[in-house]
Structure formats: C-alpha cells, structure tokens
C-alpha cells in the first residue's frame, strides 16, 4: 500500500472506533432514537470515505500493476465483484446539472 | 393522497421521465462514460426524492390513521419492510457532530 | 427505550466493534484491498441494521405518542429531517415485481 | 463504448422507461403508498445496475488506456471524482465473513 493512503485509512478507522465508544454510551444512557440514528449514519460516513481511500490505493496499486501485465480483464471482474458486495456504486446526487 | 404530496410526486416523476431520455440519448452517443455515469446517479437522486415525498405522505395519512386505530404493531412492520426492500435507510453523512 | 430494542442495538454496535478491531488489524497487516474493502462495507451494513432497530423503536414509542397527542406534523418533520442526514431513504433494489 | 456494454445499458435505461410509466399511472391512480415506494426502489436498483455496466465500460477501455499511456493519476483522480457525485460506493452488505 502507499503510505500515504494507508495512513489516512487508519486514522480513518481509528477515529470510527473512537467514535462508535461515544454512540455506544449514547445509547447505553438511552438518549433520544433520531441523535443517536444521525450518529450511526455519521459512522457509515466515515467507513465510506475509508473505503474511497482503500478504493483509491487499489486502483494506483494493483489494478496499475494488473493492466500493465495484460491481465485488465481479470482484475476489472475482481473490481466489479468487490464493488457488488457494496451495496451501491451509485446512489442520490443533488448537484449534477445535464 | 395529500393534493400537495401527489402534485410534487407526479412532478418529480415527470421529469425523470424527461430526464431519462436525455440520458438515453447521451449514451446512444457514446458520450464519455463517467458522464453519463453522473447523470444515472442524478436521475437515482430525484427518484430518492420523490421516495421521501411518498414516505411523508405515508406517515401523515396511513400511519397515522393506524396508529389512532391502535394498530402500531402492523403498521410498523409493513413500515419497516417497506424500507426492507429499499437499500439503505441511513447511509455516509458527512456534517453530523456529537 | 423498549428493552427489546436496547437490548439488541447495544449487542449490535458492540459486534461492530470487535470486527472493527479485526479490520484496523487488517489494514495494519496490509492485506489485500478488495478483502478489507469489503469488510469495510459488511461493518456499514452492521451500522445500517442498528440504525432500522433504532427507527423501529422510535416509530413504536415516540411518534406512536406524538401521534396520539396530535402532534403529527412535528413528529413527521422530525423523522424526514432524521432520514435527510442519512443518505438514502431507499436505493438498488432487485426482487420487486409490479 | 464496447458493443455489448452499450446494449446493455441501452436496454437497461429503455426498460427503465417503461417500469417509470407504470408507477407514474401507480401514482397517479393513488396506489398504497408502500406499493408505489417499492417500485421507485426498483427503479432505483434498475439505473444501479446500468451504472455498473457504464464503470466496467469505463474500466475496460478509457482506464485501461489511460493506465497503458501513463496517466494512472489522472484517470484515478477523474475515477474518484465520478464516484464522488454518486452517493456511496459502499454500504449495507450482510454476507461477508472475516
């Protein structure tokens, strides 16, 4: 991995688990359902932008690697079988004008 | 139906529909895919759109009425199914503190 | 809180936990990214299932009391504004037929 | 575009259309809500799966000649920027094991 994105990956998960102590208290001391749901979406939130990072990493690694050795299909099909086990490539935007 | 929900919902499908061919042009084209990609996930987003308007309309009608009838029990479940068959209630937020 | 719903929310976040600690591990120990990516994405799903047990229960304690009390508008205005921070009320569906 | 890939998602996004016409008559005929919700979920999931085939387009040729020519940074940065206009590239999984 590159330092740089294994780096940011860490402190990614690292300030999740920090996080999910603090919603896990909220919860245990039964604060209000919506404040406590609007900090769990925050926490998916967060594991997103890991998986972007890890995502980002793969491409400038493997997939590089992999397309200069000619194996570009085998490693698109790994790619899209990853991304299958997530449940949406694509999803709600607001800003994208025609 | 509220008059106001089914007017904005109607709205709101229309112009996906309007949308949605100017997509399919775009990729008879062979437009740049990850164009074409933006403008599947905007054509995603005003259907999530009108999927809220729905929602709300659900819980100020239906729900409503049932839960005033005493029956919680079944409307909550047909509820939470309903959103079974949808992804994601909750999903990466970006702006939420604790 | 229904004791029920704390019960099994709290169990939830706290097996998130213990697979967060195993994917920090993972990304220490530099696997490769596909597996981490998609472990990364089962904890969101773990996340998302906590956060329908949570609305579940809102919906059957307070917006059933709000409702009761009349006070349908807030409670709706409330709950839409909940599922606003969270990105997608619904999204990829497979199984629906019309 | 490879033949294949723009056949299927022509056909994808034409099928699309004709699903859309059916739940603008749900909606206009005032469906139960939930029934309705459940199709512009399906919608959703429709347009989902054209965006995979328009990444594995994407992929297969603009990347992979981009990565042969040497502009591996810049194909990436353009890559995570598309997918940062849809909305998640992961979420919910339920199936994975560690």
């Given at each position: 991995?590159?330092?740089?994105?294994?780096?940011?990956?860490?402190?990614?998960?690292?300030?999740?688990?920090?996080?999910?102590?603090?919603?896990?208290?909220?919860?245990?001391?039964?604060?209000?359902?919506?404040?406590?749901?609007?900090?769990?979406?925050?926490?998916?939130?967060?594991?997103?932008?890991?998986?972007?990072?890890?995502?980002?990493?793969?491409?400038?690694?493997?997939?590089?690697?992999?397309i200069a050795e000619?194996?570009?299909?085998?490693?698109?099909?790994?790619?899209?079988?990853?991304?299958?086990?997530?449940?949406?490539?694509?999803?709600?935007?607001?800003?994208?004008?025609?």
């Amino acid at each position: 991995m590159k330092m740089e994105h294994k780096r940011k990956a860490l402190n990614g998960l690292k300030t999740v688990r920090g996080h999910l102590d603090a919603v896990i208290l909220m919860l245990d001391e039964e604060r209000y359902c919506p404040d406590t749901m609007k900090q769990v979406s925050a926490l998916q939130g967060s594991l997103e932008r890991v998986n972007r990072i890890l995502l980002e990493n793969h491409l400038e690694t493997c997939v590089q690697d992999a397309i200069a050795e000619g194996r570009t299909p085998e490693i698109v099909d790994e790619l899209m079988e990853t991304m299958r086990y997530t449940s949406a490539l694509t999803g709600p935007t607001k800003e994208v004008k025609l």
